[in-house]
């Protein structure tokens, strides 16, 4: 089957400017997550969809950060304005579902530096 | 919030050691995953162990849940330059945060020839 496929794989971007990523799940999967990943740290969760709404965002910066999966299959991720600090991988992670068991299957990721 | 605590943080060692990954909690979890990630690419599934003291091995790698569900271990015998990466446990609380994982912050393996 095919992978969990992202875009871009890089961006450079200058603080304050706007960048959006995509991400299409794996056909079938109910669960979609955006994960952050600082380099030498863990990933951290951003957000979790189950189909098109939105089951956790806590974790998301919510007055820069915003995200969608409007017809619950493929997601954007956005950040708008983009500080120093979010220099990091965003990777996009899907689900069968949130069942223990089900492990995810990630992207390889979007590396954005912001200078 | 949940921490997991992976030890130690950098192992590099020599071609046919053998190695033991560590990642520990103060909370229970309803499951355990463990992941390897290679440069330039998003983790990749190794095991998930969901019963408290449960073992399971993957060719040389054999991997243990606590019996309290609170700390896993990850083992690998005879290690390979092929071994090398990052590798990250994640753990799921279940309950409201069902499918949440909350990831260590990883194990870098160097493995030299």
């Known amino acids: 089957e095919a992978g969990v496929a992202q875009s871009p794989r890089y961006k450079i971007i200058e603080k304050r400017q706007s960048v959006a990523f995509w991400c299409n799940p794996i056909?079938?999967?109910?669960?979609l997550y955006w994960y952050q990943q600082i380099l030498g740290q863990g990933p951290k969760l951003l957000i979790q969809?189950?189909?098109?709404?939105?089951?956790?965002d806590s974790q998301l910066p919510k007055d820069r950060f915003s995200a969608e999966r409007l017809k619950g299959v493929d997601s954007t991720l956005k950040i708008q304005p983009a500080k120093l600090e979010d220099s990091a991988v965003y990777l996009c992670?899907?689900?069968?579902?949130?069942?223990?068991?089900?492990?995810?299957?990630f992207g390889s990721g979007t590396r954005l530096t912001v200078v | 919030t949940q921490l997991l605590e992976q030890s130690p943080q950098f192992l590099s060692i020599q071609e046919g050691e053998n190695l033991t990954v560590y990642c520990n909690s103060s909370?229970?979890?309803?499951?355990l995953q463990w992941y390897r990630q290679e440069p330039g690419e998003g983790p990749v599934l190794l095991v998930t162990?969901?019963?408290?003291?449960e073992v399971k091995k993957l060719k040389r790698l054999t991997f243990q849940f606590g019996d309290a569900r609170k700390d896993s271990s990850l083992h690998i015998t005879a290690a390979q330059p092929g071994d090398t990466g990052l590798y990250l446990c994640?753990?799921?609380?279940?309950?409201?945060?069902?499918?949440?994982?909350?990831f260590g912050q990883g194990t870098i393996l160097t493995v030299h020839p």
């Open positions: 992670a899907s689900s069968l579902d949130a069942t223990p068991g089900y492990g995810y299957t």
């Open positions: 056909s079938g999967h109910a669960t």
């Open positions: 969809f189950q189909n098109n709404g939105v089951v956790d």
């Open positions: 162990v969901v019963t408290g003291g």
């Open positions: 909370s229970v979890f309803s499951s």
């Open positions: 994640a753990g799921d609380s279940g309950g409201t945060s069902y499918g949440k994982l909350t």
